[in-house]
C-alpha cells in the first residue's frame, strides 16, 4: 500500500507514451538512464546493456503526485527538464507525509541547442499534462480543474493560532505553489471583518481561485462577504481553498481525510493541503442557512454549536499560543465546571423517523432570515441575487411543522450540528460526513451525563469512535434543518467558531452552494 494512502495505486504503468535516453542529473558528467513515461508514471531504467539491470524500472515518479515540470537551457548546448514530485514517504513513527523529491534530466542528442531545448520541452509539457488530475465522472457531481498558469489571491491571518501563518505561507505555501504555476497575490488581514469587506467589494475576476491561510473563522467571513454579494451566485462559482493556519483547522483536517489521506496535523497538514491547492481539483460544497431570532441570516460551512463543545472553543482562546492543544486544557477545566443548559431542541431528520407525520405536500410559508412572518415570493420569480429560500422553515415565531421531531429532553450539556467530518484536527466528529452530502449531522448530549463519561467520549472521538460507546446521553441524528430554542440567553452559541449571541436560531442545508478545492 502507497504510504499515507487508504488504498494502492493502480498497478503497472500503462502503454508507453515517450521514451529516451538521457542524462540522470543536470551535469554534463551525468549518467545515463531511460526514460519511459506512461499515463501513470515516469519510470527510471538503467540503460539497455548497463550491467546490474534489472527488468522493471528503478524508480518510479508517480504522475499523481506531480506538482510541476519545467525545461530550460543548459550549458554545452545542452538542454534539461525537471520534474517536482510529493510522494508520501513514512517516518520510522508516525504518520506518512508528504515530501518533496526533485528529478532533472539532461537532454544532450546532438550539438543543436534548440534542438535539444525542444526535446526537453516536449517532455515537460507532456508531463505537465498527465499530472492534471483526472475529472471523476460520478452522477451529480461537478468537479472541476484549476487552469494554469493559475492565480490565487490569499487571504492570511497573521495573528491565526500560533502566530505562524505568514512565516509557514512563506516557507511551505509558496514555494509549492510557484512549482505548479499559481501565482498569488497576498491579502494580510489587519482587523475583524477585514476578509469580509474585502471578498464583499472587490472586483474578485483577476482571480481563479480565492485561498485562506487562516483558521476557519477567516473562511467563514469570506463565505459570508461573497454571499452579500449581488452577484454571489456567479462568484460562488469560484473554488474557494482553506490552508490550515489556525488552532482548530477543522475544514482542513476534513478534507485532508475526504482526500483519503492518513490523519496529520501542522506541517505535514499543510503540506497535505499545499498539495490539493497545487492539484487543482474542487467540488461542490454544502452550506448551511442559520436565521436567529433578531434577524441574521448567515452562512456556514462547517458547524453550529451551544454549550460544552462551545464553551471549549471560546474559553480557550486566551490559550491560542499553545495552538491545537489549547483545546485539551480547554476541556479538562470546561469539564471541571461542567454546566448544563435548558432549551428546546427540534429537527426534520434526513430520513423520516418511524412514527412521525408525513410531511404536507403545501408546506408552512418558508423564511429566507429570521425575520418573522416574512412572505417569499413563488419559487423560481425571486428578483436577481436573491439568496437561497431556507424553504425548510417556518417563522421563528410559529411552532415547528408537525413533521418535525421535538427532543422531549429540554436539557443538554451540549449540541452541536456539524456538516463536515472533523470537529478539529484531531477530532473525527461526524466520519460519515462528505463535501456534499446533503446533511446536517446532529448531535446532542442529554444532562445526567458523568464527567468520567463525557471525556471518555471526547477522547475517542480522536479516532471517530464516539458513538462505539454507546453512550445512552448522547444521541446521533442526520437532519436537514434544525432549531434551537434556549430557555434563557445562557450559554456560549458558536458559527464556525465565531461567537453567536445566545437566542433562538434554526438552520436548513442548501447543497452544493459553492466550491472548494478537495483533493478527491
Not at 432570515?369 to 417563522?395: C, F, K, W
Request: charged share 20%; with cysteine.
Amino acid at each position: 500500500m502507497a504510504a499515507g494512502r487508504r488504498a494502492p495505486p493502480e498497478p503497472g504503468g500503462g502503454p508507453v507514451l515517450l521514451q529516451g535516453i538521457f542524462g540522470a542529473g543536470a551535469t554534463p558528467g551525468a549518467a545515463p538512464c531511460s526514460l519511459v513515461l506512461t499515463a501513470r508514471e515516469l519510470q527510471v531504467r538503467r540503460p539497455p546493456g548497463s550491467s546490474g539491470g534489472s527488468p522493471g524500472p528503478d524508480a518510479a515518479l508517480r504522475l499523481a503526485d506531480c506538482v510541476g515540470s519545467v525545461a530550460f537551457p543548459a550549458a554545452a548546448a545542452a538542454a534539461c527538464f525537471s520534474v517536482v514530485c510529493y510522494p508520501f514517504r513514512g517516518p520510522r513513527w508516525g504518520s506518512p507525509a508528504r515530501q518533496r523529491l526533485e528529478r532533472t534530466f539532461r537532454v544532450c542528442l546532438g550539438p543543436d541547442a534548440d534542438g535539444n531545448l525542444r526535446i526537453a520541452q516536449a517532455w515537460s509539457r507532456r508531463i505537465r499534462e498527465l499530472a492534471v488530475p483526472a475529472v471523476p465522472t460520478q452522477d451529480g457531481d461537478s468537479y472541476g480543474v484549476l487552469p494554469r498558469p493559475c492565480r490565487a489571491l490569499v487571504l492570511l491571518n497573521p495573528q491565526s493560532g500560533t502566530g505562524r501563518a505568514l512565516e509557514d505561507f512563506q516557507a511551505v505555501v509558496q514555494p509549492m505553489l510557484a512549482e505548479a504555476d499559481i501565482a498569488t497575490t497576498v491579502f494580510i488581514t489587519e482587523r475583524p471583518h477585514h476578509a469580509h469587506e474585502k471578498v464583499r467589494d472587490e472586483d474578485l475576476s483577476q482571480w481563479d481561485t480565492l485561498v485562506v491561510m487562516a483558521g476557519d473563522g477567516l473562511l467563514y467571513e469570506v463565505v459570508n462577504g461573497l454571499m452579500e454579494r449581488p452577484d454571489w451566485e456567479e462568484i460562488m462559482k469560484k473554488p474557494l481553498c482553506i490552508l490550515p493556519g489556525g488552532s482548530g483547522n477543522a475544514l482542513a483536517a476534513s478534507i485532508n481525510h475526504y482526500a483519503g489521506n492518513d490523519h496529520v496535523a501542522k506541517k505535514k497538514l499543510l503540506t497535505n493541503c499545499t498539495f490539493i491547492l497545487c492539484k487543482g481539483l474542487h467540488t461542490q460544497m454544502d452550506l448551511v442557512s442559520l436565521s436567529t431570532a433578531s434577524g441574521k441570516r448567515l452562512f456556514s460551512f462547517l458547524g453550529f454549536g451551544w454549550g460544552f463543545i462551545s464553551d471549549v472553543d471560546i474559553d480557550s482562546e486566551k490559550y491560542r499560543w499553545l495552538g491545537n492543544a489549547r483545546f485539551t486544557l480547554g476541556t479538562l477545566q470546561c469539564l471541571a465546571k461542567l454546566r448544563v443548559y435548558q432549551g428546546r431542541l427540534s429537527y426534520l431528520p434526513a430520513v423520516p423517523e418511524q412514527g412521525s407525520p408525513p410531511a404536507p405536500r403545501d408546506p408552512h410559508t418558508p423564511v429566507t432570515n429570521g425575520q418573522a412572518g416574512r412572505i417569499l415570493p413563488p419559487a423560481g420569480t425571486e428578483a436577481p441575487g436573491a439568496l437561497p429560500t431556507d424553504s425548510l422553515l417556518v417563522p421563528l415565531c410559529q411552532p415547528v411543522p408537525a413533521h418535525w421531531t421535538v427532543v422531549p429532553e429540554e436539557e443538554f450539556v451540549s449540541v452541536y450540528a456539524i456538516y463536515q467530518s472533523h470537529l478539529g484536527t484531531n477530532l473525527l466528529m461526524a466520519p460519515a460526513a462528505q463535501l456534499h452530502d446533503g446533511c446536517i449531522h446532529l448531535f446532542y448530549l442529554k444532562a445526567g451525563i458523568s464527567r468520567v463519561a463525557l471525556l471518555k467520549i471526547f477522547l475517542a472521538m480522536a479516532r471517530g469512535t464516539h458513538l462505539d460507546l454507546n453512550c445512552p446521553h448522547l444521541r446521533y441524528v442526520p437532519v436537514r434543518a434544525f432549531r434551537l430554542e434556549p430557555r434563557a440567553a445562557t450559554g456560549i452559541m458558536t458559527v464556525d467558531g465565531e461567537v453567536l449571541a445566545c437566542e433562538p436560531v434554526q438552520g436548513q442545508i442548501h447543497s452544493r452552494l459553492c466550491r472548494v478545492l478537495s483533493g478527491s
